[in-house]
């Protein structure tokens, strides 16, 4: 399991290479509020998004888009003409792509949807730097990234049978715990990350090898409980409300 510590992309205005929208935002790709959002523009080609010279930075996150409609999309992590990193994907979940801490000559995310059947629209792109968490979540760790946001509930006739569906949107509630680490680790690492949940929205990635396996998460309530057996480890917990796309 992953957790991003920082953001370099805060206040950065990326630039639309291909396909820029008319009368957007660039600006709303960097920010966090998800009611801020930029669409593209003919949907006849990909859609790419630059944003500089980066350095330090080992994970690009992207929550809240559309580039799957009827068909796959394929979503690349590209440095200036390289491809880093790419995944063809067939539902709109968030996305967390890790790897080693490399310096970016350009930093650009390409959307490419073919056919193009829309425009693609996303709400905000994360880059910086993430935590590994020793030995992972406890066993029984709820899987926030296979979850939807719709909740479901049918209204019935006399003889209890159905007669329509109600649905609404929800968010998702998520409760990680983390036992038996280091006093070193709470210290240090755990602390650093706290600092930062409290500052800005972080990713959880559950699955290093499935960049689709992430959430974007606020409203963190964070404990750190002392081992039942040693002093010598802890057991840090955190609860949070989270969005993985769906």
Same mark, same amino acid.
């Given at each position: 399991m992953l957790v991003t510590t920082t953001n370099k992309l805060i206040g %950065?205005?990326?630039?639309?290479?291909?396909?820029?929208? %008319?009368?957007?935002t660039p600006a709303n790709?960097?920010?966090?509020?998800?009611?801020?959002?930029?669409?593209?523009?003919?949907?006849?080609?990909?859609? #790419?998004?630059?944003?500089?010279?980066?350095?330090?930075?080992?994970? %690009?996150?992207?929550?809240?888009?559309?580039?799957v409609a009827g068909s796959d999309a394929s979503i690349e992590v590209n440095d200036n003409g390289t491809t880093v990193e790419?995944?063809?994907?067939s539902r709109n979940h968030n996305l967390f792509f890790?790897?080693?801490?490399?310096?970016?000559?350009?930093?650009?995310?390409?959307?490419?949807?073919?056919?193009n059947i829309q425009q693609t629209t996303v709400s905000y792109i994360a880059a910086g730097t993430y935590l590994a968490i020793p030995r992972?979540?406890?066993?029984?760790?709820?899987?926030?990234?296979?979850?939807?946001?719709?909740? #479901?509930?049918? #209204?019935?006739?006399?003889?209890?049978?159905?007669?329509?569906?109600i649905q609404k949107k929800v968010a998702l509630k998520g409760s990680l715990s983390i036992p038996n680490q280091t006093i070193d680790f709470a210290e240090t690492f755990w602390q650093n990350f706290i600092d930062f949940s409290y500052d800005q929205p972080f990713f959880i990635k559950e699955d290093d090898a499935k960049a689709e396996s992430s959430y974007i998460c606020y409203d963190p309530k964070h404990d750190?409980?002392?081992?039942?057996?040693t002093?010598?480890? %802890?057991?840090?917990?955190?609860?949070?409300?989270?969005?993985?796309?769906l």
């Open positions: %950065v205005t990326p630039t639309i290479l291909t396909d820029a929208g %008319v009368a957007q790709i960097s920010d966090p509020d998800h009611s801020n959002t930029y669409t593209s523009g003919t949907s006849t080609g990909p859609f #790419s998004i630059s944003f500089g010279a980066q350095t330090g930075i080992s994970y %690009v996150a992207i929550s809240g888009h559309n580039a790419t995944i063809t994907i890790s790897f080693a801490v490399r310096s970016f000559t350009d930093l650009r995310i390409i959307f490419t949807v073919t056919p992972g979540e406890q066993s029984g760790y709820s899987r926030q990234w296979l979850k939807r946001h719709t909740t #479901s509930r049918a #209204s019935t006739n006399l003889m209890v049978g159905p007669t329509g569906v750190i409980k002392a081992h039942s057996d002093r010598l480890l %802890v057991n840090p917990t955190m609860k949070f409300t989270c969005f993985n796309g």
